[in-house]
């Protein structure tokens, strides 16, 4: 059975740092990453990593936010973080036949 669990997110100042974890288990997933949707807006990509490292990181959080990954739990360190970045963040991740999933979400408050 696929599972996707998030942690980390949390309530932060501006310009304050989060680190957001995805523990995967259940299949070997070809791409793993992160979505986030704010209120009101559509679902959005954040950032990707391939299963050999290589990622993907969405204009508006380049230089701030960083995709890694040890052994089967994927990272997001966000640095910097602004207002706008307030949104619930989705761990997503697709296996090697193409079949997709999704964690259940943790919600990510910058507010001062």
């Known amino acids: 059975q696929v599972q996707l669990v998030e942690s980390g997110g949390g309530l932060v100042q501006p310009g304050g740092s989060l680190r957001l974890s995805c523990a995967t288990s259940g299949s070997i997933f070809a791409t793993t990453g992160w979505f986030r949707q704010a209120p009101g807006k559509q679902r959005e990509l954040v950032a990707t990593i391939s299963i050999d490292g290589n990622t993907n990181h969405e204009a508006s959080v380049k230089g701030r936010f960083t995709i890694s990954k040890e052994k089967s739990t994927v990272y997001l360190q966000m640095n910097n973080l602004k207002p706008e970045d307030t949104a619930v963040y989705y761990c997503?991740?697709?296996?090697?036949?193409?079949?997709?999933?999704w964690g259940k979400g943790t919600l990510v408050t910058v507010s001062s």
């Open positions: 997503w991740a697709a296996n090697l036949y193409g079949m997709q999933y």
